[in-house]
């Protein structure tokens, strides 16, 4: 786990709101973003991308829905949680609210322990989203569907980086070290 302090992105149009989740987030050792609406939440975001967000829906020009689209639209903040926080208790409203993206539903008025508990524990999911399962020995990766991959193969799957490939010293001892041709050429290069 890393020792960084988790940084929770509070998004609410009300100041009592964001002092009130600030207050209870600090005594819980969080360290705080605050956007008073969507569009500043999203410049939040692509600034210094928090590990989670609180999301209120009811917010003027653009609502709680409206900003998780947009950054489930991104491939480079998708990964980023966000948690719903709000008045709105119909059905159809937390139906909506995971359809765009969110991966829980608060609502107000809220139990604080509740919340602590929901946010430590997305908090704790999305750090252990960051650990890759790689074997001790032959360095192998186990993917989503439980298949070892070859590390290059894993990375490629999941990212745009492209490998060149080439044989350290160390490797090239092992596996050519008691031929002649390679101990000729090793001896050429140490003189």
């Not at 209120?56 to 829905?65: F, L």
């Not at 949680?81 to 409203?93: C, G, H, M, Q, R």
């Not at 509740?114 to 750090?127: D, N, P, S």
């Amino acid at each position: 786990m890393t020792d960084e302090i988790p940084l929770i992105l509070i998004v609410d149009d009300n100041p009592q709101n964001i002092q009130y989740l600030g207050s209870l987030l600090t005594e819980e050792g969080y360290d705080l973003g605050v956007a008073k609406n969507g569009a500043k939440a999203l410049e939040f975001v692509y600034k210094r991308p928090p590990d989670l967000i609180l999301l209120d829906i009811m917010m003027p020009e653009m609502d709680g829905y409206e900003t998780c689209e947009k950054l489930k639209k991104d491939k480079t903040v998708s990964h980023i949680p966000v948690i719903f926080l709000t008045a709105k208790t119909e059905t159809k409203d937390i139906v909506r609210g995971f359809q765009v993206g969110g991966i829980d539903y608060v609502t107000k008025p809220f139990i604080s322990e509740e919340l602590l508990a929901r946010v430590r524990t997305h908090v704790e999911i999305q750090t252990l989203r960051g650990l890759i399962p790689i074997c001790a020995k032959c360095k192998k990766i186990r993917d989503e569907e439980g298949a070892w991959n070859q590390l290059e193969a894993y990375i490629e799957e999941h990212s745009d980086a492209l490998f060149s490939h080439g044989i350290c010293g160390d490797c090239a001892d092992e596996m050519y070290g008691d031929q002649a041709w390679y101990q000729k050429q090793k001896l050429g290069k140490e003189l």
